[in-house]
């Protein structure tokens, strides 16, 4: 690990936080990275849907797009009949199990579950708040997971890709003698992060995996959650860029974002094949390749500020051309909605 991975995030963002105080200062606006994709769930820098971004996803690019449902559990329905009514959309949806379940709302991976059979989502159903709303999308079998962060200026005819994440899900292979909690601590780089694999497992713990056996220890695409992220940039080419200049232009008014694809291999993602669009976040996208083990703080903090700067530029042009952002008070409501749903959502897978 790079000894700033885990940092707490307060003190890892410190440097950000008064880089944005002083783009706002510079730029006489708090609310302008609202106004970068006006048209994306609402042009919402926090609070937005999932759901909202994953129809506009199903609607304009329907052949990268994942089927889902939306779910709302509604606190006058027992959990015995929202499971019926959510099997009803799964199956008018035609989405088989395995499934992932994650909330509506949220960020940093909360929530996320891989939903196996019928009480795997019974349990999630158990353990979700009361009227708050959920998706259980269609799992696409692609082990790859990646991060394709794309900007364009609002005046210029084509966009490229800042940064590049290749993720991957770590794993712990049974040999038939060790417990699951013996080969984490076997692992240099798990060890390091019982804190996170262990209350997840924590019913495994001490079952002793047949030989070859995998036992994953993480199934969501965020480092915070346990997954390795690498920086891929290199993989960067003519073809994935241009890939992704026609995907980001046919959605209406996309500047700025990060594309969560699965994809088959890192040979056919090269050439803009075999993959499918999981998620896209918005302007509080991050590039998220600073998280790879071998970067340095100083090259992390140089690519969040860049990104940041972009951000302001494009947010004040669409702002000159009409667009409208967000209030503070919606803002900062959405802000607080956020920090408390995030704590009462089911354990990440």
């Known amino acids: 690990m790079s000894y700033f991975e885990f940092w707490p ?5 410190l440097p950000v936080y008064l880089y944005v105080i002083y783009l706002m200062i510079r730029h006489r606006s708090i609310m302008l990275p609202t106004a970068v994709n006006p048209n994306l769930a609402g042009g919402k820098f926090v609070g937005e849907s999932k759901d909202e971004i994953l ?9 990268y797009s994942v089927k889902h449902c939306l779910v709302r559990n509604a606190s006058e329905i027992d959990d015995a009949e929202l499971l019926k009514v959510v099997e009803g959309q799964l199956a008018d949806k035609d989405i088989q199990y395995p499934l992932v379940t994650k909330p509506d709302l949220g960020c940093r991976g909360a929530g996320v579950n891989l939903i196996h059979d019928r009480h795997d989502l019974n349990t999630y159903i158990q353990g979700f708040p009361p009227n708050e709303a959920f998706i259980c999308q269609e799992f696409i079998p692609y082990e790859a997971e990646a991060g394709v962060f794309y900007c364009r200026m609002p005046w210029e005819k084509n966009g490229k890709i800042i940064s590049l994440t290749l993720k991957s899900f770590p794993k712990v292979i049974g040999d038939g003698k060790h417990t699951i909690r013996e080969l984490i601590a076997m692992d ?6 019982t804190h996170i694999y262990y209350p ?3 019913s495994k ?3 002793i995996p047949a030989v070859s056996e995998k036992i994953s220890l993480v199934f969501a695409g965020n480092h915070s959650k346990g997954a390795i992220f690498q920086d891929g940039r290199d993989n960067i080419n003519q073809t994935l860029t241009e890939t ?3 995907i980001s232009k046919r959605l209406p008014n996309f500047y700025f974002g990060r594309f969560d694809i699965r994809y088959q291999n890192l040979s056919t993602l090269e050439k803009g ?3 499918k669009i999981v998620e896209i976040n918005g302007a509080s996208s991050e590039s998220t390749h600073i998280w790879d083990a071998n970067y340095n703080l100083k090259d992390a903090y140089r690519d969040l500020f860049h990104q940041f700067h972009l951000l302001f530029i494009i947010g004040e042009y669409n702002q000159k051309h009409g667009v409208k952002t967000q209030s503070i008070k919606d803002f900062y409501q959405s802000y607080l909605l956020d920090k408390k749903l995030s704590k009462l959502y089911p354990r990440t897978h």
Do not use: G, I
């Open 55 to 63: 129809n506009t996803v199903a609607q304009f690019l329907p052949e």
């Open 9 to 13: 995030a307060w003190f890892f963002y």
């Open 244 to 246: 992704f200049d026609q």
């Open 205 to 207: 713990l001490d079952l």
């Open 188 to 193: 240099p780089r798990a060890r390091e992060l």
């Open 200 to 202: 997840r497992l924590q």
């Open 273 to 275: 094949l075999d993959f």
